[in-house]
């Protein structure tokens, strides 16, 4: 059977052209995927032999696990909820009303990875605009601390570099393609500029462009420390200005180096001048399928995108203090519930290891470090795949995933919603 238009859910570009054929229960042939998505949906075919549930490394069945998995959380004093970047948003709204009942703090990969992209829009603003008008009107492009043709191997051909647009018929020839990176990666090969920047030093760049942008002028000592030269940045800056609708990519390279939430603000800074001259926005590349996703569904129901504690019977907002890898890293959460994510093997060694301390339950579709340590262990249906659901493409698109191959595992919003159900009970008794 061949199925069309399928949503690959692995990385924030949600390319949703994707076809598969099925064979017998299993994926056997993927078509407009990429290597990583097309990995990602073959290696979702078969459906493993692995039980619903484990409770302490043994089969047991969902209710039991529910039981055991709601009784720890309600017994924690401090409990944790973290993950949440690769299911969909109605798990995702579920795990929000757990944390809510629970007074626990919720966090989601955002913390790790673009969570000074986060700040700076609470602080800032977010100067935003879809893929669609990517594709469509955009003629100056600039990746900053990002390599897409790695993390995202579509971004340049389905959307940004290549495609031709209403606005933009020219697709490639049409669009200046701009790279700005402390070093030169598999991406810098797509652009017209590379600009070799020294680590460290983005804001020190985005001020001086902001002040170049401005009108304000600069001697060369004033950049000597950035890499680039003042002429370099009065070229860009110029481009930005002159350019009919210009887009800036915010990588890790820029959310993950000095100055952190200070770079991405700087950003969003620089194209609120340039809207002085021309219309431009800018687009955190999120990496994770639906890493957008819990971040919308947290603003919406608390406020505030990531790293929030409801200890007080309200959520509170404060990187650093409610953050995952601090929490665990200070020993203050005493339980903890992953969802559709592998923090024992990404968080630093001393949070992981502080999940194996603690009473952790995991729900995944597969086996990973955390299941391995887990006490509580749902085998979940993969969302896109097995379980249908609403995902957000890098850009605040929401796009809907189809079921197309049948799981016998129950979906992440299901084992979710039974165990805030479970701790309803348990809390009322
Ligand atoms: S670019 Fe991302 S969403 Fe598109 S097919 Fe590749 S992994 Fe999937």
């Known amino acids: 059977m061949q199925i069309t238009n399928i949503v690959c859910a692995f990385c ?58 709601a009784r720890v959380m309600v017994q924690a004093r401090y409990p944790l909820l973290y993950g949440l970047s690769s299911t969909c948003c109605e798990a995702q709204r579920q795990a929000v009303a757990l944390a809510d009942l629970l007074g626990a703090n919720i966090d989601c990969c955002t913390s790790v990875c673009h969570g000074p992209s986060g700040m700076a829009v609470q602080g800032v603003g977010e100067p935003t605009c879809t893929l669609g008008e990517v594709k469509n009107r955009a003629d100056l492009l600039i990746y900053w601390g990002s390599n897409p043709a790695e993390s995202h191997p579509r971004h340049f051909t389905r959307y940004a570099v290549t495609p031709k647009g209403l606005f933009t018929p020219a697709g490639r020839k049409g669009r200046t393609v701009v790279i700005v990176d402390v070093r030169p990666t598999s991406s810098t090969r797509a652009a017209d500029i590379f600009l070799q920047i020294k680590p460290g030093k983005d804001f020190e760049c985005l001020w001086a462009l902001r002040a170049l942008v401005r009108g304000v002028e600069l001697d060369e000592d004033a950049v000597a420390d950035t890499g680039l030269t003042l002429a370099q940045l009065q070229d860009l800056a110029r481009r930005m200005k002159s350019c009919r609708f210009g887009v800036l990519f915010i990588g890790q390279g820029l959310t993950q180096s000095r100055g952190k939430q200070m770079n991405t603000s700087a950003v969003f800074m620089l194209v609120r001048d340039l809207y002085a001259h021309t219309k431009f926005a800018a687009i955190p590349m999120r990496g994770h399928g639906n890493v957008t996703g819990i971040d919308n569904v947290l603003s919406w129901q608390t406020g505030y995108p990531f790293g929030v504690n409801f200890s007080r019977g309200y959520p509170r907002f404060n990187p650093g203090e409610y953050t995952t890898v601090d929490l665990l890293a200070r020993g203050e959460a005493d339980a903890a519930l992953i969802v559709a994510s592998d923090p024992v093997a990404n968080l630093p060694r001393v949070a992981a290891d502080r999940l194996a301390q603690i009473p952790t339950i995991a729900l995944d579709s597969h086996e990973s470090e955390t299941t391995r340590v887990a006490k509580v262990v749902f085998t979940t249906a993969t969302a896109g795949i097995g379980a249908e659901g609403t995902i957000y493409r890098m850009d605040n698109v929401p796009l809907r995933l189809r079921a197309f191959l049948p799981s016998p595992y129950p979906s992440d919003e299901e084992v979710l919603r039974r165990i805030v159900t479970r701790v309803a009970e348990l809390r009322t008794v």
């Open 12 to 69: 924030g570009c949600v390319c949703d052209d994707i076809g598969v054929t099925v064979e017998e229960g299993r994926i056997t042939q993927v078509k407009n995927a990429c290597v990583l998505g097309k990995a990602w949906l073959m290696g979702h075919s078969a459906e493993s032999d692995r039980p619903a549930a484990l409770v302490e490394g043994k089969p047991a069945s969902l209710e039991e696990a529910i039981d055991v998995a």
